[in-house]
């Protein structure tokens, strides 16, 4: 009995030792965390990675290469480069990648050492992209770089890069720009060459406006007068319809009685001639004062009772 279980705490002792060995990539056995790709060399040739998390048996003497799974960063140094319309931009630009393929990614980097690895993959990355962004924003307008297809030129970079590093076991997932800088040199005679366009515009805008604000008015006064010269040929027509009722109505009221018409036009005669304050130098038999001066007139008009 004592036998079997110093057997048992000597085996119990030997599996802990082998997977302390395993985490340290020692021994028999292979331990995979989550986020780890490892590549097994037995006699310098690359066996089948292994891929998922786990532990996995490996030949004695082989050696272990542990990759990242995960995506990786590559920030890249500033890069001068001239747009389709001749203008010098500084663009700073980062990476997201990651191995995908450990086999193809050692054939390619083939180091031991996995940050030796990386850093000569990074390298790799980094000419392939600059050489990328330098072609896509040399095929493009400053404009369309600062502001309206910035979007699509990043997407077409990460596109490009991704196919050109495939073959490397690296697979780009984005390429950005940071910033975008103009060079000293020239960024003052840009500026000076924006200001110009947009004064342009302005004035481009103002003479549009100005041009329309010439045919609002136009119309408006056309229609104004065309307006009021109908107003005046209705006002003409209804006046004359006016004075041609009135003069039925005289013409009616003289034929009933024409010395009762006589007399009122005499009245309104006078109160239009003579005020409080006017004075006439008439003849005596002038007809203006016949009815001041014949009072009989004023007995044959028709009595009002």
């Known amino acids: 009995?004592?036998?079997?279980?110093?057997?048992?705490?000597?085996?119990?002792?030997?599996g802990v030792s082998l997977i302390a060995a395993g985490e340290f990539d020692f021994g028999p056995v292979v331990i995979t965390?989550?986020?780890?790709?490892?590549?097994?060399?037995?006699?310098?040739?690359?066996g089948a990675p292994r891929l998922d998390p786990g532990v996995s048996?490996?030949?004695?003497f082989s050696t272990v290469i542990t990759y990242e799974k995960r995506l990786l960063y590559l920030n890249t140094n500033a890069l001068p480069i001239q747009t389709e319309d001749g203008e010098f931009i500084v663009v700073d630009n980062y990476v997201?990648?990651?191995?995908?393929?450990?086999?193809?990614?050692?054939?390619s980097f083939p180091s031991k050492n996995a940050n030796q690895a990386v850093e000569q993959?990074?390298?790799q990355i980094d000419r392939v992209t600059r050489a990328d962004v330098r072609a896509a924003i040399g095929q493009r307008k400053l404009d369309e770089v600062l502001t309206t297809q910035r979007s699509e030129i990043m997407s077409g970079i990460t596109k490009q890069s991704d196919e050109s590093l495939r073959r490397y076991g690296i697979e780009v997932d984005d390429v950005r720009i940071n910033s975008t800088e103009l060079p000293e040199s020239i960024r003052e005679k840009v500026y000076e060459r924006m200001r110009a366009e947009r004064e342009r515009l302005a004035r481009k805008s103002r003479a549009e406006g100005n041009e329309q604000g010439i045919e609002i008015r136009s119309a408006a006064d056309r229609d104004s007068k065309i307006l009021v010269a109908e107003a005046k040929r209705d006002?003409?027509?209804?006046?004359?319809?006016?004075?041609a009722e009135s003069a039925r109505i005289y013409a009616e009221s003289f034929s009933k009685d024409p010395e009762f018409?006589?007399?009122?036009?005499?009245?309104?005669?006078?109160?239009?001639t003579i005020g409080s304050k006017t004075t006439l130098i008439l003849s005596p038999d002038s007809s203006f004062f016949q009815l001041l001066r014949n009072g009989d007139e004023l007995k044959r008009l028709p009595s009002t009772e």
């Open 1 to 14: 009995m004592r036998r079997l279980v110093l057997v048992m705490l000597v085996l119990f002792g030997l």
């Open 235 to 243: 006002a003409e027509i209804l006046r004359g319809e006016g004075d």
């Open 96 to 107: 997201i990648w990651r191995i995908v393929d450990p086999l193809k990614f050692y054939s």
């Open 121 to 123: 993959a990074q390298e």
């Open 57 to 60: 048996a490996r030949w004695p």
């Open 261 to 272: 018409y006589g007399f009122l036009r005499t009245l309104e005669a006078y109160r239009k």
């Open 33 to 46: 965390h989550e986020g780890e790709q490892k590549l097994i060399l037995f006699l310098g040739k690359a």
